[in-house]
């Protein structure tokens, strides 16, 4: 069965859980929400979300290089503890955060981040597209916003399939290092530098340059 939008929204609120793993939960559970609750609870992603609204002022800021100084990248994870950020297991996490972005290159963190403007005049030239297409106008604006998640999933960090686990967003990723350190984590920003950027030059595919210079 198809998940509604508000089911999604009203999980979400309940367990705290990204949205993704959210639908995935219903979908697994054909909408039964007290199921669904259960089997987020049981992949430790309810529970991370109680931790989630912690204050994380400690952490690092991590980078990583690729491909000789081709594509750079800093980003900033924070923790609760200086305890927890110094430890391997969060630095390894981080490192694999920067890596990912190096490969994918998200242009924000998470959708809120995405100016309004941004996202309507998106949603403008998909309406446009669809209606080109010879689409029903009845269903254009159901395709839009599908097309929206798409660009989402795309364009945002969080909600991008990780490169070393692509059944894995990134905020699933997140939300299992927060039930496994036992304190919030959170990706604050990024900043991604690639050489000869804006300028024309062939198109190479990152990720799998990353994925085998990381020997993946």
Do not use: W
Not at 14 to 31: Q, S, V
């Amino acid at each position: 069965m198809a998940v509604s939008a508000s089911a999604v929204k009203d999980l979400r609120a309940r367990t705290g859980a990204g949205m993704l793993d959210c639908k995935k939960a219903l979908d697994e559970t054909n909408g039964d929400i007290d199921k669904a609750i259960a089997l987020l609870r049981e992949k430790g992603l309810a529970a991370a979300a109680n931790k989630s609204g912690r204050v994380a002022t400690e952490g690092v800021v991590e980078s990583y290089i690729h491909a000789g100084g081709r594509i750079g990248v800093l980003v900033e994870i924070n923790c609760e503890t200086d305890f927890v950020a110094k430890t391997d297991q969060f630095r390894e996490f981080a490192r694999d955060v920067a890596m990912h972005i190096a490969a994918s290159n998200p242009k924000y963190v998470r959708r809120e981040d995405v100016p309004g403007g941004e996202i309507e005049k998106e949603r403008e030239i998909l309406r446009n597209q669809a209606l080109n297409e010879g689409k029903p106008e009845k269903i254009v604006d159901k395709m839009v916003e599908g097309r929206i998640s798409k660009y989402y999933e795309e364009f945002c960090l969080l909600e991008q399939s990780f490169i070393k686990d692509p059944d894995k967003t990134i905020e699933t990723l997140v939300n299992e290092k927060i039930s496994t350190i036992g304190e919030n984590v959170s990706i604050r920003r990024f900043v991604r530098y690639e050489l000869g950027e804006g300028m024309e030059k062939k198109v190479d595919n990152f990720v799998e340059e990353v994925m085998a210079q990381a020997n993946l």
